[in-house]
């Protein structure tokens, strides 16, 4: 029996990264988090591909937590706005990594 071929999904990612020699963040910065919208025909599929993505970005990925597809985060009640679906939407037909939100981390001054 022929094996169908599984359909693409989207995976919200949130991926902590740390300093790399060119990486674009501030010089005050000791990493990052970026929200991304990640497709794949599994969730491990769109984690690697991400971490893929952000490490020939010259990112250091440390830390990845995955909140599911769209349909998974609407069963648990997530709030998902428009602009957020037209990225999820984006990545798919694209087949492509979508960063949606970076959040710069520095450390505390003393």
Same mark, same amino acid.
Do not use: F, W
């Given at each position: 029996?022929?094996?169908?071929?599984?359909?693409?999904?989207?995976?919200?990612?949130?991926?902590?990264?740390?300093?790399?020699?060119?990486?674009?963040?501030?010089?005050?910065?000791?990493?990052?988090?970026? !929200?991304?919208?990640?497709?794949?025909?599994?969730? *491990?599929?769109? %984690?690697? +591909? @991400?971490?893929?993505?952000?490490?020939?970005?010259?990112?250091?990925?440390?830390?990845?937590?995955?909140?599911?597809?769209?349909?998974?985060?609407?069963?648990?009640?997530?709030?998902?706005?428009?602009?957020?679906?037209? !990225?999820?939407?984006?990545?798919?037909?694209?087949? *492509?990594?979508? %960063?949606? +939100? @970076?959040?710069?981390?520095?450390?505390?001054?003393?």
């Amino acid at each position: 029996m022929a094996r169908e071929k599984s359909q693409s999904q989207v995976y919200t990612l949130l991926v902590e990264v740390g300093r790399g020699p060119d990486d674009g963040l501030p010089k005050t910065a000791t990493g990052a988090a970026l !929200l991304c919208y990640s497709s794949g025909r599994d969730e *491990a599929e769109a %984690v690697r +591909e @991400t971490v893929a993505v952000l490490k020939s970005a010259d990112l250091v990925p440390l830390d990845v937590s995955s909140y599911g597809t769209l349909s998974e985060r609407e069963a648990e009640g997530h709030d998902i706005g428009d602009e957020d679906r037209a !990225l999820m939407t984006r990545a798919l037909t694209e087949n *492509a990594v979508i %960063v949606a +939100e @970076t959040s710069v981390l520095k450390d505390k001054p003393q």
